[in-house]
T-cell receptor
Framework: DTGVSQNPRHKITKRGQNVTFRCDPI?????LYWYRQTLGQGPEFLTY????????KSRLLSDRFSAERPKGSFSTLEIQRTEQGDSAMYLC????????????FGNGTRLTVT | AQSVTQLGSHVSVSEGALVLLRCNYS??????LFWYVQYPNQGLQLLLK??????LVKGINGFEAEFKKSETSFHLTKPSAHMSDAAEYFC???????????FGQGTTLQVKP
């Protein structure tokens, strides 16, 4: 168990650019979640996958955001035409498909949009 | 819909003193509840979880939490604070079969020497 891995750890981009983040979950975990966390706030749910199927998307996930998990393993989160309001920590978590197992979080990707 | 309220965005205690972080939940079904800790620039680490087996739950690093249905509370305690306990603490409730967690806004714990 090597834990959930997120890359990059930090990303600085200019407004209007596209960015993509990657998450590698714990290998035997079927479920993968993306959250966004801004300073002084708790994590907010964005979307989740069960294997390769994206089962739920939050209203927070505007049309500029897209997430994929093509082979049910790693996942990517892309933000198009970034805005300053997108600056946040993006957290990925995974869990096994067994009832209400706790989520295992990665260390996050901190995005700064200038 | 489930929700979580953490009372007190900042709590300050002296080293060796009791730690009490408050969490109240709202849920239409028997809840699954969690406490996580977050250190600066890191992800969230699970402290403990309540899944209806026992109302008093023991976690890592000497923390424990008691589920009180009548008060819809799940407060986190530790008898004696250590400097290394200074961090952000989040209470969360699990939403149904999705396994999705709904988090409170967090409580920053400061430990003074």
């Amino acid at each position: 168990d090597t834990g959930v891995s997120q890359n990059p750890r930090h990303k600085i981009t200019k407004r209007g650019q596209n960015v993509t983040f990657r998450c590698d979950p714990i290998s035997e975990h079927n479920r993968l979640y993306w959250y966004r966390q801004t300073l002084g706030q708790g994590p907010e749910f964005l979307t989740y996958f069960q294997n390769e199927a994206q089962l739920e998307k939050s209203r927070l996930l505007s049309d500029r955001f897209s997430a994929e998990r093509p082979k049910g393993s790693f996942s990517t989160l892309e933000i198009q035409r970034t805005e300053q309001g997108d600056s946040a920590m993006y957290l990925c978590a995974s869990s096994p498909w067994t009832g209400n197992s706790p989520l295992h979080f990665g260390n996050g990707t901190r995005l700064t949009v200038t | 819909a489930q929700s979580v309220t953490q009372l007190g965005s900042h709590v300050s205690v002296s080293e060796g003193a009791l730690v009490l972080l408050r969490c109240n939940y709202s849920s239409s079904v028997p809840p699954y509840l969690f406490w996580y800790v977050q250190y600066p620039n890191q992800g969230l680490q699970l402290l403990l979880k309540y899944t209806s087996a026992a109302t008093l739950v023991k976690g890592i690093n000497g923390f424990e939490a008691e589920f009180k249905k009548s008060e819809t509370s799940f407060h986190l305690t530790k008898p004696s604070a250590h400097m290394s306990d200074a961090a952000e603490y989040f209470c969360a409730v699990s939403e149904g079969n999705t396994g999705k967690l709904i988090f409170g806004q967090g409580t920053t714990l400061q430990v003074k020497p």
